[in-house]
């Protein structure tokens, strides 16, 4: 859990992947095999296509447009989607399967997990400072 200036708490367990550019592509060339386009995706969701294209290629987010790109291509979540993308695009002759997808999910959740337990380990070596700084602040 992540406090930010507001002291509002976010939750930073949901994280969403963002695809990059080879990987957008691949996912336009998955769309179009699956005979959807972009224009086709923008209509159905009441959006423009420049809308769709940016945030296939990572440029832009949208929960609802991610939501409903990885419904048409059969998949769980963008994540998952992504997750595909990147395997694929890293070795293009190695085809991912769903085996492969949650490995490299629990790969992730590890590496996000480590740096979550280094925030906190800081913010526990940080504590007597940050009160050090509020005690001057009321001070003034």
């Given at each position: 859990?992540?406090?930010?200036?507001?002291?509002?708490?976010?939750?930073?367990?949901?994280?969403?992947?963002?695809?990059?550019?080879?990987?957008?592509?691949?996912?336009?060339?998955?769309?179009?095999?699956?005979?959807?386009?972009?224009?086709?995706?923008?209509?159905?969701l009441d959006v423009g296509t420049?809308?769709?294209?940016?945030?296939?290629?990572?440029?832009?987010?949208?929960?609802?447009?991610?939501?409903?790109?990885?419904?048409?291509?059969?998949?769980?979540?963008?994540?998952?989607?992504?997750?595909?993308?990147?395997?694929?695009?890293?070795?293009?002759?190695?085809?991912?399967?769903?085996?492969?997808?949650?490995?490299?999910?629990?790969?992730?959740?590890?590496?996000?997990?480590?740096?979550?337990?280094?925030?906190?380990?800081?913010?526990k070596e940080l504590a007597p400072?940050?009160?050090?700084?509020?005690?001057?602040?009321?001070?003034?």
């Open positions: 859990m992540i406090i930010t200036k507001n002291e509002n708490f976010y939750n930073g367990t949901e994280i969403r992947l963002k695809p990059t550019e080879l990987e957008g592509r691949y996912i336009q060339c998955q769309l179009r095999c699956a005979g959807m386009s972009f224009s086709k995706i923008a209509a159905n420049p809308i769709v294209l940016r945030i296939v290629s990572g440029r832009r987010r949208s929960r609802k447009v991610e939501a409903e790109i990885a419904r048409i291509l059969g998949k769980p979540s963008w994540n998952d989607l992504v997750i595909e993308a990147r395997l694929f695009v890293s070795n293009p002759a190695f085809r991912p399967t769903q085996k492969d997808i949650d490995e490299y999910k629990n790969v992730l959740t590890l590496k996000l997990k480590e740096i979550e337990n280094r925030k906190a380990k800081m913010r400072m940050r009160e050090a700084v509020q005690a001057i602040r009321r001070g003034r």
